[in-house]
């Protein structure tokens, strides 16, 4: 199982930013995918997930509500992150995750079982600075 993140960069505020993660090594269409993100001295954040199934329901953390849209396309096993109205608090190191084995669907559950880290599949981060 691999994820592989691409897209990250610096912007200024106000600017927007699309985050791509390639996902191998498992079962594509029956997943939650989703992001997370750390900055420096925080805490790791859950950002946005989505169930990749025909379901397609998404879940966002309440910072970036509004201003992020995650999106999925099964052809390319690619999960996006577009990110608009980028503010200098949005600066992080953002991670792709995933849990095959989990039974569920996005969601805040789903937050909390990755950033436990029992278990998991983490895609090695891309930076992404916003400077005011």
């Known amino acids: 199982v691999q994820l592989v993140e691409s897209g990250g960069g610096s912007v200024q505020t106000g600017g927007s930013l699309i985050l791509s993660c390639v996902a191998s090594g498992f079962t594509f269409d029956s997943a939650v995918i989703g992001w997370f993100r750390q900055a420096p001295g925080k805490e790791r954040e859950g950002v946005a997930c989505?169930?990749?199934?025909?379901?397609?329901?998404?879940y966002y953390g309440d910072s970036v509500r509004g201003r992020f849209t995650i999106s999925s396309d099964s052809g390319k096993r690619t999960v996006y992150l577009r990110m608009k109205n980028l503010m200098p608090d949005d600066t992080a190191v953002y991670y792709c995750?995933?849990?095959?084995?989990?039974?569920?669907?996005?969601?805040?559950?789903?937050?909390?079982?990755?950033?436990?880290?029992?278990?998991?599949?983490w895609g090695q981060g891309t930076q992404v600075t916003v400077s005011s």
């Open positions: 989505i169930s990749t199934n025909d379901d397609a329901r998404v």
């Open positions: 995750a995933t849990d095959p084995l989990y039974p569920g669907f996005a969601g805040p559950m789903w937050f909390e079982t990755l950033a436990a880290g029992i278990a998991g599949v």
